[in-house]
Structures are given as structure tokens and as C-alpha cells.
């Protein structure tokens, strides 16, 4: 695809491709991914301390995007993009081939009600998706409060061989997302992270 862009504007010539995302950005920097970014605390945070990151924020909530777009303006962040669509979506459709170094993913909805898991986001069609995008070496971080999705999201990624298991992500205090810290004191918090492995 040759897209008619400049790093503020992009204009695919075709929208049956995934998206060229490494040109929505002033460099050529890694790409990560804050999936469900929700408010953008981490992802803003995370940005300003890391200038030489590119970050994809990426909410299904239309205010929170505006919300993050606002204060990344404020902040003068050249090295964030939002996009407000569905998270598996854009994983397996918008996000091309073995770009992104790392996903993000903090407190995902955990959809509480035994008719409702099918809402959840990690199964193993997520997790293709995943690897399929990500570079080679590229990570998985995932945390959340609810103990049972906790257990399963831990199972559905240690059951993928096409992963390895490494010391889960610790955010620094000004990472804490803004569930974590409504959470904090009141909940264990759980946290797994991965590699991808070569073929
Ligand atoms: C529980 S909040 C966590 C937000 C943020 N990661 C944090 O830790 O503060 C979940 C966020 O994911 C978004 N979300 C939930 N399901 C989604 C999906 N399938 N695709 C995109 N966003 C989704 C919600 O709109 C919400 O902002």
C-alpha cells in the first residue's frame, strides 16, 4: 500500500489492508500498544517518558479517546495516536505483520457473568491476533483485579507455546492505571507477561 500521508494525516488507498501504522508517526521509533487504554493515564505517562517509544492508544469509548487526544495536545506528545475501535478488531484487522514490540493490557473488562465470558477479550483467537502482529521478541503484558479472569487469562496464555513466560511488567508509581488505582488496597492485583518466541 502506498498511503498519501504526512505523520498528522493518513490517507490509505485501500482500506482492505491493515492499516500502515508506522506512518501515522514522525519516526521510525518501536511501536507498542495500549489496548483498552481507558482514561490514558499509563499511556500518557508512559509516552512523556519515553520519547523514543511511538504509542498506539487504542479505546473502544469515544469520551476517553477525546480525553487522552486533549491532554497528549496539552502536553505537546508527538509520539501517541489514538484509534477508538473495538480492541480485537484492531488486533487482528488494523495492526499489520510483525509490527508492534509491545501490547499493553491493563485491566481488561472482565465481564463478571458466566453468559457474558464470551465477551471476554483473551481466547485463543485474540492470542493469534497477538502474535501475529507482534515483532519477534515482542511482549504480552496483562493485569487485572478479578482473580477469575486473572486465572484465566494466565491459562490461556501459558497453554501457547508460541510464547514464553517472563517477569511480569511492574508499572512505576506514575504508571498506575487509573483501575489501578481505584483498585489499590482493596484488591490483589494480578499480573502476567510474555515474550514471543521465535518460530
Ligand atoms: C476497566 S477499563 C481499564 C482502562 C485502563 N486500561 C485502566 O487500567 O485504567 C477497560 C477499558 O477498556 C475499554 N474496552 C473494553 N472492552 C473493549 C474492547 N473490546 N475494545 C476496545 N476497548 C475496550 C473500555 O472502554 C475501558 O476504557
Known sequence: MQPQMDSARIV???WLNPLPIAHC???TNPI??????????????????HPDVNFIGIDRMLRRIRKIDNRARRLGLKNIRLLRVEGYYATAYLMPPDAIRAYYIFFP????KTAHHKHRLFNPRFLDALHRTLQLEGLVHAATDHAEYFTEICAVL?????FEEIEPFQPTPDERTD???????KTPIGRISLRKRAP
Open 109 to 112: 473488562d472482565p465481564w463478571p
Open 25 to 27: 508517526f514522525a519516526s
Open 12 to 14: 490509505p488507498d485501500d
Open 158 to 162: 501459558r497453554a501457547d507455546s508460541r
Open 32 to 49: 507498542e500498544v495500549d489496548l483498552g487504554c481507558g482514561k490514558g493515564r499509563f499511556l500518557i505517562e508512559r509516552a512523556r517518558t
Open 179 to 185: 483501575f489501578e488505582l481505584w483498585y489499590e488496597g
